[in-house]
């Protein structure tokens, strides 16, 4: 006699709009067993019953084999009395409470479509909008929950029969699969002058044409606009640079597949398993010698950032081109990236010759995600499409509901509720008033989407932060000013699920101290409640204010005064005599920093490196790249000691000019300050343990992006018997500082 079994299971997690029920639909049919899954608030539930064995094998399956597009955070399973019922039935959704749903982000076009794509005779051969529920947009055109096509920018397009047969069979992988559509009902593609005339002829291979003549195609995306050139075209490369007016920060670079992109850079088994995943981000990696790529692509670095196709269009430009493109953001530099087709028309009319757009509206903007692999794991440096929306769960639940509005430049903010926290997409910097309302549409439209009602608002201490402003703006709530600095390592310690306290390591560019001078090399005792400055790199005066941080030559001047014994100055740049002197007279007069990103400014000056910066964190990239990574010399910084600690910072751009004095090379120089730096921070973090007892040490701050700097810390921290927490999941600049205001103020709500 068989033993039946009947189970209740509930699934919470991403399982809504990802092919989840027809999955257990499937899995349960060909397991023999009856019951019925159906949406609710929560998630899924499933109720189940037949052989115990196959029960049993039912519920390993629901996890190890679940849809790619889902994401299972819990699964609850109680044991109730057989019914004797057969046969499995998909459910209409039964509304039990108000809807908590979790949005997918965007996915990767599947294996599946690309095979219908490539097939001459399957009837989405060839379509740029071909998805099911593997795979296609979800974040980018959600209009409002629940996630049905009417709350979707799909809206406006009927499905035809074959379609809507598709959608309603529990056994196509496109059942519920909202963006379902084909040639015969979805958005089509079309391609436009830069007046905005439509052109004739099949538009991929239009836009093919015209950029292998040269010309910059505007591409519109999952969550905006790009700005294409082949990659190895040098005039092309420089014409997109000069228009954009995006004077040195690099370009990103797509290829077609893997194959093509390992003639560009070196790629192991892991950075191959980031270029192919579903969230397909932008990975920077070790550019090799002699790669086809233009020189004006990504200039003064040794990397690439590469990326592989994530739309079915960008597969088909591919294939049609026949070599990698330049694939950056559709905007003019400090500018948010267009998503809306007029104004993409207006904004982008004098940088691109032409517009390969579509029918199919974005309703959420959102850049290309990129990571890193550093010290053994990879790093997410922006977090956007492919990562955004989906939560990250925390380990202490908020007691109340948090939005946490984050920092100024790269920007996200942060919504808490309970044990989940939506870090929004990257937003960009909060200097202009296009990415100000894209800033708060954006906290409009997560607290409609997730059903968030804010009752605790945290911010930036800086007063001049425009998230700081808008925060105090919003009505009814209470507010919570965190430090900059305690929310870099919060955020760390909410990355790692870790409560402290730790010795946290904050090196960036510039945060308000609490003292009235400007932070960013920061030693602290932490947790996720409060924070103690234990100590800091020594202060230094930066000459001219906000001047120093555009023209690091001033910083130079700052830490080594008249000049230094053997070193003419103004051999550096003639240009800079004078203007060196006048920064010296300046500096009495400056505010005094601790920032780690301005020593570094005045390193990459004296080497020559960088003299005048044209993006945020330019100096900082461009020395780590500069670098020798083999180099093993290193200078010592001296650490004195009275109410705080002091790194004398000052010691190390010394003993560079000393080198440099000496006919040193600058690689091996730039090698030297980094692994100087890294021993000063494990001395200053042994110092420390000495007096508070702590081991272990949180990581944060802008300056750990820097893989060079990063690898040396970790390993000399590791080496001295720490613990060593660091970014994986949000970014350790500032776009992860919105994570670190809301732990903190959850944190603190607890207490």
Request: with cysteine; hydrophobic share 45%.
């Amino acid at each position: 006699m068989t033993t039946l079994k009947r189970v209740d299971v509930h699934v919470e997690g991403v399982v809504q709009g990802v092919g989840f029920r027809p999955f257990v639909h499937a899995l349960a049919r060909r397991l023999g067993l009856a019951g019925r899954v159906h949406n609710d608030v929560n998630g899924v539930h499933i109720e189940v019953e037949g052989a115990l064995a196959g029960v049993e094998e039912f519920l390993t399956a629901l996890e190890r084999d679940a849809p790619a597009l889902s994401e299972i955070e819990r699964v609850t399973v109680v044991s109730a009395r057989p019914t004797g019922h057969n046969g499995f039935t998909i459910a209409a959704g039964i509304p039990s409470g108000p809807l908590r749903p979790l949005v997918r982000a965007d996915g990767a076009t599947c294996d599946d479509c690309l095979r219908e794509l490539a097939d001459p005779d399957d009837r989405r051969h060839g379509y740029p909008f071909i998805n099911c529920a593997n795979c296609g947009p979800r974040f980018t055109i959600v209009r409002g929950v629940p996630y049905d096509r009417p709350l979707t920018t799909m809206a406006g397009f009927g499905m035809c029969q074959a379609c809507a047969a598709e959608y309603h069979d529990p056994g196509n992988r496109r059942h519920h699969a909202q963006p379902t559509c084909c040639p015969a009902c979805g958005p089509r593609l079309r391609l436009r002058d830069a007046r905005g005339t439509e052109l004739c002829g099949d538009p991929v291979a239009g836009a093919v044409t015209l950029l292998r003549a040269g010309r910059v195609v505007a591409v519109k995306g999952l969550g905006g606009f790009h700005l294409a050139v082949p990659a190895a075209d040098e005039r092309a490369a420089a014409l997109l640079r000069g228009r954009k007016h995006r004077e040195e920060q690099p370009f990103a670079v797509m290829t077609a597949d893997l194959a093509q992109a390992r003639r560009l850079c070196e790629i192991d088994e892991h950075a191959a398993e980031l270029l192919t995943g579903r969230a397909r981000p932008i990975v920077l990696l070790p550019r090799l010698p002699g790669a086809p790529v233009a020189a004006s692509v990504a200039p003064a670095t040794r990397s690439l950032g590469l990326m592989l196709p994530y739309t079915a269009l960008h597969h088909l430009l591919l294939a049609e081109l026949a070599q990698p493109m330049v694939l950056t953001g559709g905007n003019v530099s400090g500018e948010p990236i267009a998503y809306e087709d007029d104004d993409a028309l207006t904004r982008l009319s004098g940088i691109a010759d032409a517009f390969l757009i579509h029918d199919r509206p974005i309703h959420v903007r959102a850049d290309d995600s990129v990571v890193r692999p550093m010290a053994g794991e990879v790093t997410v440096l922006r977090r956007a499409r492919g990562y955004a929306p989906e939560p990250l769960a925390m380990r202490w639940p908020a007691p109340r509901p948090v939005l946490a509005c984050g920092a100024e430049l790269k920007s996200t903010f942060c919504l808490v509720e309970g044990r989940r926290a939506f870090v929004s997409q990257h937003i960009g910097n909060l200097e202009n008033h296009e990415t100000l309302r894209s800033f708060v549409e954006s906290i409009d439209h997560f607290c409609g989407l997730f059903g968030i009602r804010p009752q605790i608002v945290a911010h930036d201490l800086h007063p001049g932060y425009l998230s700081t402003r808008h925060a105090k703006e919003i009505r009814g709530v209470e507010l919570l000013g965190v430090q900059h600095h305690h929310a870099h390592i919060a955020s760390c310690l909410a990355d790692n699920g870790d409560p402290g306290p730790v010795l946290g390591v904050a090196l960036d560019g510039l945060g308000h101290g609490p003292d009235g001078t400007l932070w960013g090399g920061e030693f602290l005792r932490a947790d996720l409640t409060s924070f103690e400055r234990l100590g800091h790199l020594a202060q230094i005066p930066m000459p001219g204010g906000s001047a120093a941080v555009r023209q690091p030559w001033r910083m130079t001047a700052a830490y080594l005064g008249d000049g230094h014994p053997g070193l003419d100055v103004a051999r550096l740049d003639v240009a800079r005599r004078n203007p060196w002197a006048d920064a010296l007279r300046l500096a009495p007069g400056s505010p005094l920093t601790s920032s780690a990103a301005r020593l570094f400014d005045a390193v990459a000056a004296l080497l020559g490196v960088r003299d005048k910066i044209t993006y945020a964190g330019q100096a900082v990239v461009e020395l780590e790249q500069h670098a020798d990574p083999a180099e093993r010399g290193t200078y010592e910084a001296r650490i004195t000691h009275g109410d705080l600690l002091v790194v004398e910072a000052a010691d190390l751009v010394r003993a560079a000019a000393a080198d440099l004095a000496a006919g040193t090379g600058t690689r091996a120089i730039a090698g030297r300050f980094h692994n100087g730096l890294a021993d000063a921070v494990a001395r200053a973090c042994d110092a420390l343990r000495s007096a508070t007892g702590l081991t272990a040490v949180a990581l944060s701050g802008g300056m750990f992006q820097n893989a060079l700097l990063l690898e040396a810390t970790v390993e000399r921290l590791r080496a001295a018997g720490f613990r060593v927490l660091k970014h994986v999941r949000v970014p350790p600049g500032d776009g992860g500082v919105s994570l670190g205001q809301a732990a903190v103020a959850a944190a603190r709500d607890r207490a």
